[in-house]
């Protein structure tokens, strides 16, 4: 291995090594950002940030650095190499060390799509090691519906490079399957070349799990607000309620449903108490400030007197603007009369302690006294059932010794200090067996006759259950707001009541705009009469709908979805709300056109290449015979010799014509070369003919002889889109297609629509129609991918794309003119070479006589072996045709000794074996006999390989004269000098 090459394979895999890098970094960003997000949910960001950010930062840094030695101080690497003498192979190995010791799973692949390689952690992950799939697809290790799935991310990535990431499903080496996310990227060799790709895999099935589990709770979300025996509400700004609970619907005597979207002041009779509800709303709303309201009182539709503890907090429903107020309402009338009940006591306990006593040992909620240093004195009954403990071992314990926070002790003290009372302070405590609750404290100081203070007493009551309740609900908000499924919940007369934010993005409607709304309004005119009816009758006979639906948005625009519907029922049975679940859909529907699209194509191209062969053996045949004719007519009249002519410049256009087919299905490989368009557009509007209605006149006119640099193909596929667009704006009323190629010359300033273009010449491509014109509202969107006015199975939304594609790869640019009822204009600009060229290959002259020696021909048409024969006789050699393979080999084995065969001219496809294997036959025989193989059209074989078979040369067909005498004539010489 000389020196060039070991810096070459060293750089080799210093890119490797910074696209590996790019790769696994991006699938760490990507992981990493999942999990932040997902720990916000569940409430343990803190805990996240301290035990993975410094991991993951540190990763991250690390990934750069090495990203650095790869592509930045390459230069830098090399001048060391080169000083210290390194060499490329311990690069190589560092770089295969790095590999294996990633724990993603990590493969690279050529730019065919075969393995390279992998690391362990792939090896582990499939099952499979890496000699077993190396030089293998992944039809060879995976099922045929997730190969395809890779294959066209692939090939994808190969034809646009850069970095590739998405989800799909892996079979794992225990027969599961996993949920996988790619990160790939593609690499190239030292000219540029897109040389194959790397991916790395990140097992994802646990977040999956996660997700789904999270979206299972949703439905249940209304169930447990109404279950929450407070009453819980939020407000607007008028005082409309926007959410109540059953308890709130009780203490107006009424309904849920009949409350919801009412005011406050429609359903609240005291207009002093309004006054002062409405006010502390604003309050909230106007500070952003939680507010607590100890007590309140009201008299319910009965008569009797009620007093409530509030808590008002701020809801935030658009960013940071305050537009509702969210709260919590406790009936504490009990409670109330609980305390006028003690306060009653303590005035008759100095008539009788006993009876005082009786009230607090049968309270539910703990009683309590201290004296003044905090040591308890007193306890009621419930405290065992609370604290698990027995009376005899709490008293004389320090209170202090049950808070969790010693501060919120403090902050209480400080309180009943100052107002000598504290009311449902809620603070966190700690059970006799270490357990913490949350508990609402009501105490006071106790006083003697003369006021000096003895200590504190008062009433412990347990709000663990409620304290629990809240958290739930705030969590199951939060699920709601962070999935990706659009998410509405409505009353049982299909209008909105909620919606997430997903909602907002995939409909366009705001949730403002969408509370209050009925469903009806994404109702599309997509599905058949009778569609929504059999939904509704699935939900009331109380089974889950599922399945496909097409809605419309704001905008009038359609999206597809898969859909998921239940019934929200109350405690009588009755449905009382509806819940759906859209998942958007369009995407994914759109690469099944995608796939199916490349199927037709594929499908296209398999036919054309079996056309190809027999086409090219007909002209051969053609070209061949036309040839001897010339050759044989001896001194014709000119318009005889002019019309043989025409007909072999006809087999040559037919010749490039089948090889544009070829390369239109992608069966050859597709490259710009010096063209005249022209040519192209008169071969293209002779196809384009047969396909259009008599209705459609075309007009075609080319006025220009310059030369441009392009792809014959991708030009007949711009000519082609652009006609059959034009065509479809008149299939109604039919009209007139006109296609135009003229010169131009392109000033230095000259219109804004062709930014982007030098000055000079330029070809002009006009096609123009008489349709129905472009909407003026949709022109700036003809050109994206996907856009289509076409009805389904008419368009696929690419050919406008493409065009535009090829053109900016062309050095080109595109303008549309376009009046409604009048028509389109599409013109087209390609800059012009310097020096033409000749746009067809004309009429070889016949090749004079140049060979004496013994040639057998094999081809299984008959008519095509004995052209050749009269072909090479012509040039004068002895030549001797066969029409099968098995009468070839007969041939050879029964040649004379004093006439051998001097070489073997044989065609690729014949039945019983090819002409390869021939080829491989004959060999074995007599080895010093050359061979030629001829084909119209193979897959299998092309002019390498042939000669990595030991072939001598290769021909495709239709071959002339002159170019079977010059490589007939090359072989024998280069056997001579062998």
């Not at 490797?16 to 997000?37: D, Q």
């Not at 009940?341 to 009788?352: P, T, W, Y």
């Not at 030549?879 to 099968?884: L, P, Q, R």
Request: proline share 4%; hydrophobic share 40%; with cysteine.
């Amino acid at each position: 291995m000389n020196r060039k090459s070991t810096i070459a394979r060293g750089a080799r895999g210093q890119v490797c090594l910074a696209v590996l890098t790019a790769t696994i970094l991006g699938a760490m960003i990507s992981f990493a950002g999942f999990t932040w997000k997902f720990s916000h949910a569940l409430g343990f960001a803190a805990t996240l940030q301290e035990a993975l950010l410094p991991a993951l930062f540190s990763a991250l840094f690390s990934a750069l650095f090495l990203v650095l030695i790869a592509a930045g101080f390459h230069p830098i690497a090399l001048a060391v190499q080169k000083r210290k003498k390194s060499s490329a192979e311990e690069q190589i190995n560092l770089l295969q060390t790095i590999i294996n010791t990633i724990p993603c799973p990590i493969f690279y692949k050529d730019a065919n799509g075969l393995y390279l390689g992998c690391n362990p952690a792939f090896e582990r992950f499939m099952g499979l090691s890496e000699h077993a799939i190396t030089g293998k697809t992944v039809y060879d290790i995976a099922p045929g519906e997730l190969a395809d799935i890779y294959h066209k991310a692939d090939l994808e990535l190969l034809n646009a490079p850069g970095v590739q990431q998405y989800e799909t499903s892996v079979l794992h080496a225990d027969g599961s399957l996993h949920d996988v996310l790619f990160t790939k990227a593609a690499f190239f060799d030292l000219s540029g070349k897109t040389a194959g790709m790397v991916g790395v895999m990140l097992d994802i099935t646990e977040r999956k799990k996660t997700q789904r589990i999270a979206e299972r709770n949703e439905a249940t979300l209304r169930q447990i607000i109404d279950l929450v025996p407070h009453m819980i509400f939020v407000k607007d700004r008028e005082g409309k309620f926007l959410l109540a609970n059953r308890a709130v619907a009780a203490r107006y005597s009424t309904t849920v449903e009949a409350i919801t979207g009412k005011t406050q002041a429609e359903v609240h009779e005291n207009k002093e108490q309004l006054e002062r509800i409405l006010q502390n709303d604003r309050k909230v709303m106007e500070s952003g400030k939680t507010l607590f309201i100890p007590e309140e009182s009201y008299v319910d539709a009965n008569g009797e007197l009620h007093y409530l503890q509030a808590t008002k907090v701020p809801f935030h429903t658009n960013g940071e603007n305050v537009e509702a107020v969210l709260g919590i309402a406790i009936d504490i009338t009990e409670r109330k009369r609980i305390e006028n009940a003690l306060r009653q006591s303590e005035e008759m306990l100095r008539e009788s302690e006993a009876l005082y006593r009786s009230v607090v040992e049968n309270i539910e909620d703990v009683f309590y006294r201290t004296d003044k240093d905090g040591f308890i004195t007193m306890a009621s009954p419930s405290a065992f059932r609370y604290y698990g403990a027995p009376l005899e071992q709490l008293i004389g314990k320090h209170i202090g010794d049950f808070w969790v926070y010693p501060e919120e002790r403090a902050q209480m003290l400080q309180q009943i200090a100052r107002d000598g009372v504290v009311h449902d302070y809620e603070v966190r405590i700690r059970k006799w067996d270490g357990s913490p609750a949350f508990v609402s404290v009501t105490s006071s100081l106790r006083k003697d006759g003369q006021g000096n203070i003895l200590g504190i007493e008062g009433i412990i009551r347990d709000i663990t259950e409620r304290k629990k309740a809240e958290e739930e609900h705030t969590l199951l908000v939060r699920a709601i707001e962070q999935v990706d499924e659009a998410i509405i919940i409505t009353d049982a007369n299909w209008k909105i009541q909620f919606a997430n934010p997903a909602f907002e993005r995939l409909t366009g409607y705001s949730r403002q705009e969408a509370v209050g709304m009925h469903t009806r309004v994404l109702k599309s005119d997509k599905h058949e009469k009778g569609f929504y009816g059999k939904v509704r009758e699935t939900l009331l006979r109380g089974d889950t709908w599922t399945g496909r639906i097409t809605n419309r948005k704001k905008n009038g625009a359609t999206y597809d979805a898969v859909g998921t519907a239940s019934a929200i029922r109350d405690s009588s049975g009755a449905i009382s709300n509806y819940i759906s679940i859209h998942r958007d859909i369009t995407r994914e529907l759109q690469l099944e056109n995608q796939l199916r699209q490349s199927q037709k194509m594929e499908a296209l191209g398999t036919l054309a290449g079996g056309i190809a062969h027999d086409f090219n053996n007909i002209l051969g045949i053609i070209m061949g015979y036309t040839q001897l004719a010339l050759n044989d007519s001896g001194s014709p009249p000119p318009a005889f010799t002019t019309r043989l002519d025409k007909v072999l410049q006809a087999t040559y256009r037919a010749k490039e014509l089948v090889q544009q087919i070829l390369a239109f299905s992608r069966r050859t490989e597709q490259q710009k070369i010096p063209l005249q368009l022209g040519t192209i557009v008169k071969e293209a509007m002779l196809i384009l003919r047969p396909s259009l209605p008599s209705t459609i006149e075309i007009k075609t006119e080319v006025a220009s002889n310059a030369t441009i640099l392009a792809d014959p193909t991708q030009m007949h596929q711009v000519l082609m889109n652009l006609c059959t667009n034009a065509a479809h704006a008149m299939e109604e009323k039919g009209g007139v297609l006109a296609v135009s190629l003229a010169d131009i010359e392109l000033p230095a300033e000259h219109s804004l629509s062709l930014k982007g273009l030098q000055a000079g010449r330029y070809v002009q491509l006009t096609v123009s129609d008489s349709g129905q014109g472009i909407d003026p509202s949709i022109m700036d969107s003809i050109f994206d991918p996907f856009f289509t006015t076409k009805e389904p199975g008419k368009g696929t939304g690419l050919g406008l794309s493409v065009v535009h594609g090829v053109v900016k790869s062309h050095g080109g640019a595109i303008r549309v003119e376009s009046t409604p009822e009048k028509g389109s204009t599409f013109s087209v600009l390609f800059p012009v070479m310097q020096n033409d060229c000749v746009p067809l290959q004309e009429a070889e002259a016949i090749a004079p006589a140049c060979g004496l020696e013994r040639v057998l021909v094999v081809d299984d048409e008959p008519v095509l072996a004995e052209m050749v024969q009269q072909m090479l006789t012509e040039l004068g050699y002895a030549a001797v045709s066969k029409t099968s393979a098995l009468q070839a080999l007969d041939a050879v084995r029964n040649q004379p000794a004093q006439k051998p065969f001097d070489l073997v001219i044989t065609d690729m496809t014949m039945p019983r074996f090819t002409g390869v294997e021939l080829a491989r036959k004959l060999s074995s025989l007599h080895p010093e006999i050359p061979i030629i193989l001829m084909t119209g059209y193979s897959e299998k074989i092309d002019a390498e390989k042939a000669g990595e078979m030991g072939i001598a040369s290769f021909l495709l067909k239709p071959v002339s004269l002159n170019k079977m005498a010059k490589t007939v004539r090359e072989v024998l010489d280069q056997r001579k000098a062998s």
